[in-house]
């Protein structure tokens, strides 16, 4: 994280400047499309922002990524004593503590968006199926529509925040609605399925078919009938979502719409490909993220965010994906 920014929160505290500098790395490391549309933030907002995604990348690293030797179990007792932690306050040996603790302090952020977000991670120990898209509901209320929420006040609002709640809410829901298409090839290799079994159903999807899709690196005619209402459902949130932006502080407009134009790209990327899902992993290239981070950037600058001349896209906006070495990103 620059000084600039943490100079800019006021955050001065030699440990919690270091926390925060974590999260922004994790940020920085796993998620492409996030980080990008952060940096058309004021600095002020970057390191809350940092901070919430790096708790939440912490909380994934558990259940999916460290150490994958680990048994449920084991993950059950990580999760749990991370869960313990952030309610006592206490920050021993979890660096991103520090930072997500400060930040819900600093924007009163209601410990209960935490607790729901820690109750869907839960769930990813042993849910592997959902049967409805209430059951699913369920789970992408904690996973991501809580996410949504926990930005608002990071983000500001032009009026009262219960008016932009729902609208954050939808969008978060609408970028995990993404991941779930995106990613179907790498949760089915991790043992779970999340689309409604009883949508899939409807057109003759099971996993055994999904399954079947997975070994023989091809989309079977029903799996591409049912993954595509599945889209549809997607876009639909994005649309109704997207009516939350201009809710939102003039400040913060131009990142989240960046954001929102670059993940539901990533629909077009699996449309394209006629829902070719399995062994390929549908990405928006640098040289589009660039051009839309570049407008993004335009849009932030004439909404007074920066003081002084435009800056050039080429610094902006390359530096941050040359520091991206995952290819994987997480919404």
Request: proline content about 5%.
């Amino acid at each position: 994280m620059t000084r600039g920014e943490l100079d800019a929160a006021g955050i001065t505290d030699p440990r919690l400047r270091q926390s925060y500098q974590c999260c922004r790395a994790l940020n920085a490391a796993h998620g492409k499309t996030f980080f990008l549309a952060t940096r058309l933030l004021a600095p002020d907002q970057r390191p809350a922002v940092h901070a919430l995604y790096g708790f939440a990348r912490r909380a994934d690293d558990i259940l999916d990524e460290f150490h994958p030797v680990l048994t449920p179990d084991e993950r059950a007792a990580r999760l749990q004593v991370l869960a313990t932690q952030f309610g006592a306050g206490d920050t021993a040996g979890e660096p991103v503590l520090a930072a997500v603790l400060h930040t819900a302090e600093t924007y009163r952020i209601p410990r209960h968006l935490f607790d729901a977000f820690l109750t869907s991670m839960r769930m990813d120990l042993s849910v592997t199926d959902y049967p409805d898209r209430d059951a699913l509901d369920r789970y992408v209320y904690g996973s991501a529509e809580v996410i949504g929420m926990q930005l608002l006040p990071v983000l500001g609002t032009t009026g009262p925040v219960a008016a932009a709640t729902r609208y954050a809410a939808l969008l978060g829901k609408a970028f995990q609605l993404t991941n779930f298409l995106r990613d179907i090839d790498e949760d089915l290799a991790r043992g779970r399925v999340y689309l409604p079994a009883d949508e899939l159903a409807a057109h003759g999807v099971d996993r055994e078919l999904l399954l079947w899709c997975r070994r023989h690196r091809r989309v079977e005619p029903r799996v591409r009938r049912a993954l595509a209402e599945q889209h549809e459902i997607t876009r639909a949130v994005y649309a109704c979502a997207r009516r939350g932006i201009e809710l939102l502080a003039p400040r913060s407009r131009p990142c989240v719409e960046t954001a929102s134009i670059l993940y539901s790209e990533i629909l077009d990327r699996i449309e394209a490909r006629e829902f070719e899902v399995f062994g390929h992993r549908a990405t928006v290239g640098n040289g589009r993220r660039i051009r839309v981070g570049a407008a993004g950037l335009l849009r932030a600058w004439r909404a007074g965010r920066t003081s002084g001349p435009a800056p050039r896209a080429g610094t902006e906006l390359l530096s941050p994906l040359s520091e991206i070495d995952d290819p994987r990103e997480h919404g």
